[in-house]
């Protein structure tokens, strides 16, 4: 067992397995891990085998909902493309 975090924060465990979901309802796909990046945290999401990684930063991040178990995002146009 672990405290309750402060309002709008969560520890990087509860994020695995997330869906992550465009605002229009588009799934990305699943957290698979969070990874530091010296002061940010970065999603690595997993869709059929191809990884995106996506920042958990306010600018993209607009809902975290651990009770269904989803995080929804708004991605600039090409972030998706970056991982090819």
């Not at 969560?10 to 979901?21: A, D, P």
């Amino acid at each position: 067992e672990v405290p309750a975090p402060e309002s709008g924060w969560f520890y990087t465990f509860q994020l695995k397995g997330c869906e992550v979901l465009t605002t229009a309802g588009e799934s990305i796909g699943t957290v698979t891990d969070v990874l530091d990046a010296g002061g940010s945290e970065i999603l690595k999401v997993d869709l059929a085998g191809k990884e995106i990684l996506i920042p958990f930063a306010e600018s993209y991040v607009k809902k975290v909902d651990l009770d269904r178990r989803s995080i929804e995002v708004d991605l600039p146009e090409d972030l998706r493309d970056l991982n090819k």
